[in-house]
């Protein structure tokens, strides 16, 4: 369960900031200036799910953290679906803040799961692990960005997440307790 955890988790990370190396190449393809496209993709991306984060907390406190993990997985495999197949500004950006709000959706309910479901012995190993996969995760994504972009072009980098993320719930799935009360 703790690498399905650690898999959704980097998810928010990466998306964060595996784009960053592909500004230039998607502000060419849409006609706009990398400042622009640094604000509206990137800046948006991070405000939303800074923002987001302890309302979806507390909706993972309300229907379940799992529900809640699962429905973060879910939407932000959507919005790289999105985010690999479409051509304008437009459904970019809305597929990106798809993935933010996702993101914000993911973290605090994956942590929450961790508690709820480890030993409170794995606790501090647990979490210190998370936090430095959360760490390397926004590390290597310009590098694994940068490598995309570079040898399948820009939208590559949506649609590696997708496997990602399956794989996460995957692992969550069928590792995890079936959580069956909800706290408030």
């Given amino acids: ?25 998607i502000a060419q393809f849409m006609g706009m200036d990398s400042g622009t496209t640094t604000q509206l993709l990137v800046g ?17 406190d309300i229907i379940g953290y799992q529900k809640a993990l699962f429905i973060g997985l879910a939407v932000f495999m959507l919005g790289s679906l999105i985010g690999y197949l479409v051509r304008s500004i437009e459904a970019l950006l809305i597929a990106r803040m798809m993935m933010a709000g996702a993101s914000a959706m993911i973290v605090p309910n994956a942590s929450a799961l961790l508690r709820t479901q480890l030993p409170e012995s794995l606790l501090p190993f647990a979490y210190g692990v998370f936090g430095a996969t959360m760490g390397a995760a926004a590390a290597v994504g310009p590098l694994l960005g940068g490598a995309l972009t570079q040898l399948f072009d820009w939208p590559a980098i949506f649609l590696v997440n997708v496997p990602w993320a399956l794989v996460a719930l995957g692992l969550i ?9 909800k706290r408030q």
């Fill in 1 to 25: 369960m703790l690498t399905g955890v650690l898999l959704a988790s980097a998810l928010a990370p990466l998306g964060s900031t595996s784009i960053a190396v592909a500004i230039p190449q």
């Fill in 44 to 60: 948006g991306y991070l405000l939303i799910s800074v923002i987001g984060q302890a309302p979806a907390g507390k909706l993972g």
């Fill in 173 to 181: 799935v069928l590792t995890s307790k079936k959580q069956t009360e």
